[in-house]
């Protein structure tokens, strides 16, 4: 009998010894090939993701790039993340390279959690679902569409600090940051401007937004399971809204052009066809996503750089006050105001640069191509990094000093201020963003200054830059 379980033992024993040594060769030969760019391919599975992820965690995203620069002596190294062989391009050559070559070369890749968020994409792909979302928002987001959203975004920031900013002492910003940019996006992008409307999507969306870049497993208490259970329940509460428009629209209860939603539903393919509540359901819920994460972050870190930094803080407020001191009392601002904000835009941009909302983005590589001399096999994932450029000496001398004047003139050199991409992928709402981020700057400066509460609060990153404890200030408003 103990003969029988030792060779039983054993025979287990091998089984997965067997298992592994294939699971590993099948890992290594997904990175074979000729003339593949240096670097390490870490773990089955794994690969290096959990390298790649915990720099951010720590604070320190650029790390993991700089490095592999550092030990590979090159801005173009392998890896593999999130179970995929990966090449990084790091620098302004390799920036370049990927916005030029776009539906080229190489088309936007997502992980797989994103499709299985958004249903409607699996029909298609998220690749298809991004580049119908680009057809569809030029006309609302472009400069000249925006400049008659200046004075909603104006009163939406003004009834935004009457409720959760006056007559406090202290507040936390990052959550407050967050809940005017989902307030901003609720009112522009549906007409929804009740903040008990907007409060009953408020929860839920967090809970979507922080479990949408996660590990796929659909399990109870996991942050995937989380997010498709929020994202559930909030494509449910758009289908309503979307069929209250419907009937609206039909009774002429609603303008045509009054908001993103109404254009969805009147719009057509080129085969004349109406999309579905479910496909618009998810476009309204992959654009409340995209306008309002990335610049909550970047007004969060605002707050947080004039904090630290008193003379930024005066010449901004100096600017503001000048535009304040030209309006009528109860005037909204308007499109004039926010073109003369110049300097508070460059401590804006100087703010994205430390602290890009958008640390970087995948591509996949659609055919076998050559990079620095380097093969790139057709199907690998390819990953561009903000901090490759943004923290580095050769694209901006001492990178570590907050300095403002480098947005001055012609700015930076191309291709090393990348906040919102670049390319035929550039982020749509760059103009929308920053119009909601210097509203906001006009309506903080001109009411308060302030203190960081914690000094040396620890930043991390999961997967946008964000103070540990949301960074809580003590306020000092201004006298009358």
Known sequence: MEVFFLSLLLISVLSVSIRLYLLLYKHRSHFTGP???????????????????????KGHPEKFIFDRISKYSSEVFKTSLLGEPAVVFAGAAGNKFLFSNENKLVHAWWPSSVDKVFPSSTQTSSKEEAKKMRKLLPQFLKPEALQRYTGIMDHIAQRHFADSWDNRDEVIVFPLAKRFTFWLACRLFMSIEDPAHVAKFEKPFHVLASGLITIPIDLPGTPFHRAIKASNFIRKELRAIIKQRKIDLAESKASKTQDILSHMLLATDEGGCHMNEMNIADKILGLLIGGHDTASSAITFLVKYMAELPHIYEKVYKEQMEIANSKAPGELLNWDDVQK????????????????????????????????????????????????????????????????????????????????????????????????????????VKRFKWDKLLPDEKIIVDPMPMPAKGLPVRLHPHKP
């Open 35 to 57: 003339n593949l760019p240096p670097g390490k391919i870490g773990w089955p599975m794994v690969g290096e993701s959990l390298e790649f992820l915990s720099t951010g965690w």
């Open 341 to 444: 904000m110049r300097y508070s835009w460059n401590v804006a941009c100087e703010v994205m640069r430390l602290a890009p909302p958008l640390q970087g983005a995948f591509r996949e590589a659609i055919t076998d191509f050559v990079f620095n001399g380097f093969s790139i096999p057709k199907g690998w994932k390819l990953y561009w990094s903000a901090n490759s450029t943004h923290k580095s000496l050769e694209c901006f001398p001492q990178p570590e000093k907050f300095d403002p004047t480098r947005f001055e003139g012609a700015g930076p050199a191309p291709y090393t201020f990348v906040p919102f991409g670049g390319g035929p992928r550039m982020c749509p709402g760059k103009e929308y963003a920053r119009l909601e981020i210097l509203i906001f700057m006009h309506n903080l």
